[in-house]
């Protein structure tokens, strides 16, 4: 008699090609997420740099306000002289602040100064300080920060055309 031999081979391979398939769907899926998670890294990243170098020029900018608040302080006669003499000195461009500050404003009659730093196209850190007349204590301060925040600017995206959706106007 004839031997017959079978081979079964044809359900063994279509199980290892549909096998191979999903590990190489899997492994797709997998490289496109770890893509796409680098990317958001990578933009969180950039804006956590730029918010913390605004942070830090406006830093910066309170260090040189407090110099000059205590030089000021030196050549005034009193409080009320001392407050003149700020009001001159933040008036004339702005006290020479080296910042690159927007809407940089000195409110005589509440005696605070406030000042906003672009972080991005559409974030601005905003800084309020109150300047203060030290009474000669030696931990006196020149100013106290009354309010610092950060908020979207929307101005810039409502000067985008609106999105006709509807087919309306």
Do not use: W
């Not at 398939?21 to 997420?33: D, K, P, Q, R």
């Not at 409110?107 to 906003?116: F, G, I, N, Q, V």
């Amino acid at each position: 008699m004839k031997s017959k031999s079978y081979s079964n081979i044809g359900f063994s391979s279509i199980m290892v090609v549909f096998v191979t398939i999903a590990f190489l769907s899997f492994g797709v899926l997998s490289l496109m997420t770890a893509r796409a998670d680098y990317k958001l890294t990578e933009k969180n990243a950039e804006r956590n740099k730029d918010y913390y170098n605004v942070v830090s020029d406006s830093e910066h900018l309170l260090s040189e306000l407090d110099t000059a608040f205590s030089q000021l302080y030196s050549h005034s006669l009193d409080e009320t002289d001392y407050y003149h003499l700020i009001a001159e000195y933040l008036s004339e461009d702005n006290g020479n602040i080296s910042a690159e500050t927007e809407n940089f404003s000195y409110d005589t009659e509440a005696r605070s100064l406030t000042y906003t730093i672009r972080v991005s196209s559409l974030q601005v850190l905003s800084v309020q300080i109150d300047v203060l007349y030290p009474d000669g204590n030696t931990e006196d301060h020149f100013y106290k920060i009354a309010n610092e925040k950060t908020y979207t600017d929307m101005e810039e995206e409502a000067t985008e055309e609106p999105l006709h959706l509807l087919g309306g106007n």
